[in-house]
T-cell receptor, first 113, second 114 residues
Framework: DAGVTQSPTHLIKTRGQQVTLRCSPK?????VSWYQQALGQGPQFIFQ???????QRGNFPDRFSGHQFPNYSSELNVNALLLGDSALYLC????????????FGSGTRLTVV | AQSVSQHNHHVILSEAASLELGCNYS??????LFWYVQYPGQHLQLLLK??????LVKGIKGFEAEFIKSKFSFNLRKPSVQWSDTAEYFC????????????FGTGTQLKVEL
């Protein structure tokens, strides 16, 4: 059990559509980070949420947005999907904004056709 | 910006062989270093981490890594691998002043044959 729950596990979308991915952090964690893992690559940092605000952002376009709710759960939204957005999207939770205790979820596999 | 290089993309070993996976990072300041493992169909799990102190770090499942600051390296080692070590291994770094985002290498796929 990863402790971090992501939904859905798999998703197929058409180019131009919008998608929302969801993440419930490990119990006791208050920070959520999102990563994109393309095939054959290491995970790339998208952004991090703490206290319901985006605290840090990686090199991703504004089509990628997120939200954190009062219960610390989070959503990742991607608009105007491109074929290149096909990837495994990972959610990682931690406590008080440190990387010391990241726990990763199993990810959402997004396929854009 | 910091970056991480893992030079071995695919490694095949026989059981009981010794393992060393290379990891180099590029950043001139203070770093925290991590090795994660992803078993088939499972989530990323932390093997070990280095923040400060003894540069030889021991992790779970018999893995260890040595931080060599002069070489900007953090290689992962295991004296004797098992079939169950078949997985993908990722080296990652966070940097002081860079928030706490993890920057990952591209990963090394390890296959251990019986």
């Amino acid at each position: 059990d990863a402790g971090v729950t992501q939904s859905p596990t798999h998703l197929i979308k058409t180019r131009g559509q919008q998608v929302t991915l969801r993440c419930s952090p490990k119990s006791g964690h208050d920070t959520v980070s999102w990563y994109q893992q393309a095939l054959g690559q290491g995970p790339q940092f998208i952004f991090q949420y703490y206290e319901e605000e985006e605290r840090q952002r990686g090199n991703f376009p504004d089509r990628f947005s997120g939200h954190q709710f009062p219960n610390y759960s989070s959503e990742l939204n991607v608009n105007a999907l491109l074929l290149g957005d096909s990837a495994l999207y990972l959610c990682a939770s931690s406590l008080t904004g440190t990387a010391y205790g990241y726990t990763f979820g199993s990810g959402t596999r997004l396929t854009v056709v | 910006a910091q970056s991480v290089s893992q030079h071995n993309h695919h490694v095949i070993l026989s059981e009981a062989a010794s393992l060393e996976l290379g990891c180099n990072y590029s950043y001139g300041g203070t770093v925290n270093l991590f090795w994660y493992v992803q078993y088939p169909g499972q989530h990323l799990q932390l093997l070990l981490k280095y923040f400060s102190g003894d540069p030889l770090v021991k992790g779970i499942k018999g893995f260890e890594a040595e931080f060599i600051k002069s070489k900007f390296s953090f290689n992962l080692r295991k004296p004797s691998v098992q079939w169950s070590d078949t997985a993908e291994y990722f080296c990652a770094v966070t940097v002081t002043g860079g928030g706490n985002k993890l920057t990952f290498g591209t990963g090394t796929q390890l296959k251990v044959e019986l």
